[in-house]
């Protein structure tokens, strides 16, 4: 029997497509800390009317985007969901709107 031969493009396309998200992970964990560090009135004009828990939660968003931007492989289910761009991409995005 012959062996199944696997399509060498189709895998440099997937892994491409991987080293692409990876890179907007990490350029988007950088420019949102950025602007959270150097520029906190984005956030709010006055420090006491904060929402501390959507804050938490963009926060938690921008470091599970630098470990993914860096390119750690989880191989719990549970840590794959977390470290998914699907969720902590629209969250930073949501530092925009607030």
Not at 29 to 57: E, Q, R
Not at 70 to 82: D, T
Request: with cysteine; net charge positive; aromatic share 12%.
């Amino acid at each position: 029997m012959t062996k199944p031969s696997v399509n060498a493009n189709f895998l440099l396309h997937k892994s491409e497509n991987f080293a692409l998200t990876r890179v907007c992970s990490l350029l988007l964990a950088v420019v949102f800390s950025g602007l959270i560090l150097f520029n906190p009135h984005l956030i709010t004009n006055d420090p006491s009317n904060i929402k501390h828990g959507l804050l938490s939660l963009q926060m938690i968003a921008i470091c599970c985007a630098f470990v993914h931007g860096i390119g750690f492989s989880a191989g719990v289910i549970y840590f794959k969901l977390l470290l998914s761009p699907f969720w902590h991409w629209p969250m930073m995005l949501s530092l925009l709107l607030y």
